[in-house]
T-cell receptor
């Protein structure tokens, strides 16, 4: 079953604008990760935030985590056409006894128009 | 550094045929896994391995078989392909399963169509 659910399912913005994607999850987690997938390619790790962290930055990416609301957000500032991709949140919830397994949401499809 | 390599990239199978998707990683990672991705869905875990000789089932294991005879390789076998197995398959690996904060490295995917 899906653990993380991204919102919105699709997002279309102009270059230079900020893009915000949200992720909600159901059970307690050790950490939450965000991945990016370009069309026809594999997933690439973007950023990881641990359950005891509230905010994390990496370049133009800002991730927040609210464990009380079981939600996270990914903000991409000053978006570029090259940011066009699908973005997935994934939680490391110890599925099947292994802390290495990730449970992915359905993703947000971001389109950045030049 | 090749990372995670999957073959083949594309494959068309007839119902009932068997085949093996190959996956190899050159990062000496303990953990390897297979996911499938269907339209409008996230990735769902099929099988995973925490080390050579050790495998376990994920969320959707039915119809698939795996083995881990070496650290580097983790093939996924479809014993009798069904149209419901039409999907994109991703192999992934990470350094360790212990503790939290493991970055997963993905292969480029294998597009499988079962007719």
């Amino acid at each position: 079953s899906q653990q993380g659910e991204e919102d919105p399912q699709a997002l279309s913005i102009q270059e230079g604008e900020n893009a915000t994607m949200n992720c909600s999850y159901k059970t307690s987690i050790n950490n939450l990760q965000w991945y990016r997938q370009n069309s026809g390619r594999g997933l690439v790790h973007l950023i990881l935030i641990r359950s005891n962290e509230r905010e994390k930055h990496s370049g133009r990416l800002r991730v927040t985590l609210d464990t009380s609301k079981k939600s996270s957000s990914l903000l991409i500032t000053a978006s570029r056409a090259a940011d066009t991709a699908s973005y997935f949140c994934a939680t490391d919830a110890g599925y099947g006894g292994s802390q290495g397994n990730l449970i992915f949401g359905k993703g947000t499809k971001l389109s950045v128009k030049p | 550094n090749a990372g995670v390599t999957q073959t083949p990239k594309f494959q068309v199978l007839k119902t009932g045929q068997s085949m093996t998707l190959q996956c190899a990683q050159d990062m000496n990672h303990e953990y390897m896994s297979w996911y499938r991705q269907d339209p409008g869905m996230g990735l769902r875990l099929i099988h995973y391995s925490v080390g050579a000789g050790i495998t376990d089932q994920g969320e959707v294991p039915n119809g698939y078989n795996v083995s881990r005879s070496t650290t580097e390789d983790f093939p996924l076998r479809l014993l009798s392909a069904a149209p419901s197995q039409t999907s994109v398959y991703f192999c992934a690996s990470s350094y360790s399963v212990s503790g939290s904060g493991n970055t997963i490295y993905f292969g480029e995917g294998s597009w499988l169509t079962v007719v």
